[in-house]
């Protein structure tokens, strides 16, 4: 990405703020520290290379609202990462937190690797180095900044994140805490890995509930048939299309990668496909490929749903008249620039923003900071006295009845709830709420688009909430 594309995110997200703010009754110099990035640091160090020399990284951290913390958001690992980029990023984060109701501000991490292309062992000396650069200036901690995974990091690089800052603040009860998507055997907590991804199903599962919106597309409710091309098939896009095609029933026509874009109207196997990417490096040639595309082309065929989930600015003023979807669902961030986006939306197509839709993964991460917090799992304290409960309830019906049931047919309907059961179900709730507050306000008020009713919600929200600290009297 250029550095003009990085200034236009940046722009972007500044101007979706003000096609918000437009339609609220702050006072504007309430709206500009909203709308302002409150701290920006930018960072130089030395790594070990592979080579046994010296490479110097860059690396940045951007909080950009402190009216609630701890300040939360993603790490990024990019050879483009860039001071704007992370700003855009962490604005883009607390306008997330205030829709689906988490209690952060918002923040973003960036550091200019090549996530693919350098050794396991030069990546765990970069994000140690860099936890220890954030931790020296207090931007790391479980009150104070906490981050999660993004573009080019995931579990691995939080497990060295959490074990560094563990290191640095030995006696500090709570130091798990510091970051969420950590793996499993150190604190983190089922369902997050998927939860991005899984989020993005939810939401459009809800959007496409809705039988007036659907008719108004042409479309028949439901997301059951539906034909979805997803872009970029890492940790978003993989889970969503996943989630879509097992659980909601959509057929996943297309899926565009880096090395290119594969095609089929019959539908792909998104399972065999990504295990095909997994062990040979490219989709191309995966079994039942169907036709191979460029990954530009991939996004302008045939389709309902349209799930951008790589990178920002992928559809602009220049490919956006040969998109064919009928909704596009930014499980990205900022995948359309404002020039794109525009011509989809004259053009009569549904966008799900990013700031609703991809919200699913700091929905999880806050219930594994919670769950960090308390220092016990979520079914720890209630399933097994759910278990004697709904047996008792069995047993009463047994009796009154005077039919039995079988042990296994007992033992199925008893069985509580495990912690992934909560992970799911309360990031299922939150995705259905959040998606309803933000519809009713876009057709009770009559505002343009979904976008510019989520970035409504999400300022009356946050200028709320600096008005009841009483900062703004
Ligand atoms: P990831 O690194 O796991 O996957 C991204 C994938 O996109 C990679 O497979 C990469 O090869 C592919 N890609 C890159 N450029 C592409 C292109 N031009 N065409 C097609 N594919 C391309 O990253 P991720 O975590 O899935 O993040 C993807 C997007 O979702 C980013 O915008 C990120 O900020 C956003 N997001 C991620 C999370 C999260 O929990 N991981 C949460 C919210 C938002």
């Not at 989520?454 to 009356?460: G, P």
């Amino acid at each position: 990405m250029t550095k003009k594309a990085d200034e236009g995110f940046l722009g972007a997200v500044e101007r979706y703020f003000e096609r918000g703010a437009r339609h609220t009754d702050c006072d504007r110099r309430l709206l500009n520290q909203v709308k302002r990035c409150n701290a920006v640091y930018e960072t130089s160090f030395p790594v070990r290379g592979d080579d046994g020399g010296i490479e110097v990284v860059r690396g940045f951290r951007a909080e950009h609202s402190h009216h609630r913390l701890p300040t939360k958001g993603g790490i990024r690992y990019s050879a483009d990462v860039s001071r704007e980029e992370v700003m855009a990023l962490a604005a883009l984060m607390t306008f997330k937190c205030a829709i689906v109701n988490v209690p952060f501000g918002g923040a973003k991490g960036g550091v200019c690797i090549d996530p693919h292309g350098c050794s396991e062992g030069f990546r765990e000396r970069v994000t140690r180095r860099y936890t220890a650069e954030l931790a020296k200036k207090n931007l790391i901690g479980p009150s104070v900044d906490v981050p999660a995974p993004d573009y080019g990091t995931g579990e691995r690089e939080m497990g060295w994140i959490a074990d560094t800052f563990k290191a640095l603040n030995p006696t500090q009860l709570d130091a798990f805490a510091c970051v969420t998507g950590k793996p499993l055997s150190i604190h983190g907590i089922p369902g997050r890995r998927e939860a991005t991804g899984l989020g993005v199903y939810y939401g459009i599962h809800e959007c496409t509930s809705r039988t007036e919106d659907m008719r108004a597309l042409g479309l028949t409710p439901g997301l059951a048939g539906k034909r979805v091309i997803v872009q970029g098939l890492g940790n978003v896009g993989y889970h969503a299309a996943k989630f879509a095609s097992e659980e909601g029933g959509a057929l996943v026509v297309g899926i565009a990668e880096i090395e290119g874009g594969i095609y089929d109207p019959d539908g792909l196997d998104v399972e065999a496909v990504a295990r095909h990417r997994r062990e040979t490096g490219s989709l191309l040639d995966a079994p039942g490929a169907g036709k191979v595309l460029s990954s530009a082309e991939t996004l302008e065929q045939e389709c309902d749903v349209l799930i951008p989930a790589a990178l920002e600015n992928q559809i602009t003023a220049e490919n956006a008249p040969r998109i064919r979807a009928r909704i596009v669902a930014e499980g990205a961030n900022g995948p359309l620039d404002p020039a794109g986006e525009e011509i989809l939306l004259e053009r009569g197509v549904l966008v799900i923003p990013d700031i609703y839709l991809n919200a699913g993964g700091v929905t999880v991460s806050y219930f594994e900071w919670l769950k960090n917090l308390s220092h016990a799992s979520f079914e720890r304290m209630t399933t097994r006295y759910e278990e004697i409960a709904s047996l008792r309830v069995l047993d009463t019906i047994e009796r009154l009845t005077e039919k039995s049931l079988s042990a296994d047919e007992k033992r199925a309907l008893a069985e509580g709830p495990k912690e992934i059961d909560f992970v799911y179900s309360a990031l299922a709730e939150t995705m259905e709420q959040s998606y309803q507050r933000v519809h009713d306000l876009w057709k009770r008020r009559g505002l343009p688009d979904l976008r510019t009713a989520a970035f409504c919600f999400a300022i009356n929200h946050i200028a709320n909430s600096y008005l009841s600290q009483g900062i703004f009297p």
